[in-house]
């Protein structure tokens, strides 16, 4: 069983930057995948960053490549979203991942954590 625990979300301006974070607790192993997803309202639950936490290797959709980064500190068992340039159609809550198959589909992903908030105005 995995816990993970989301920070850092908010409100922030269009243009303007936010760093999520995600504690997992017991460790996580290497051969976890770490993700990143979000769920606006009255939409599906859409996929944002992957990471392969033994390699570092990550992936991104199209939408948030080049604005988004996907890390992890593997001393705290801690992954980070960092969110540069954000739009309002980033709004929605974000969700940390967990599971041994990276990939876009939630459904892979074996848990997850609560969610935080992030609200981007215009």
């Known amino acids: 069983q995995v816990h993970l625990v989301e920070s850092g979300g908010g409100l922030v301006q269009a243009g303007g930057s936010l760093r999520l974070s995600c504690a997992a607790s017991?460790?996580?192993?290497?051969?976890?995948?770490m993700a990143w997803f979000r769920q606006a309202p009255a939409k599906e639950r859409e996929f944002v960053a992957a990471?392969?936490?033994?390699?570092?290797?990550?992936y991104y959709p199209g939408s948030v490549k080049d604005r988004f980064t996907i890390s992890r500190d593997i001393a705290t068992d801690t992954t980070y979203l960092q969110m540069n340039n954000l739009k309002p159609v980033d709004t929605a809550v974000y969700y940390c991942?967990?599971?041994?198959?990276?990939?876009?589909?939630?459904?892979?992903?074996?848990?997850w954590g609560q969610g935080t908030q992030v609200t981007v105005s215009s």
């Open positions: 017991p460790r996580t192993f290497g051969n976890t995948r």
């Open positions: 991942a967990a599971g041994p198959n990276i990939g876009i589909d939630s459904r892979g992903y074996l848990y």
């Open positions: 990471i392969a936490w033994s390699t570092g290797n990550t």
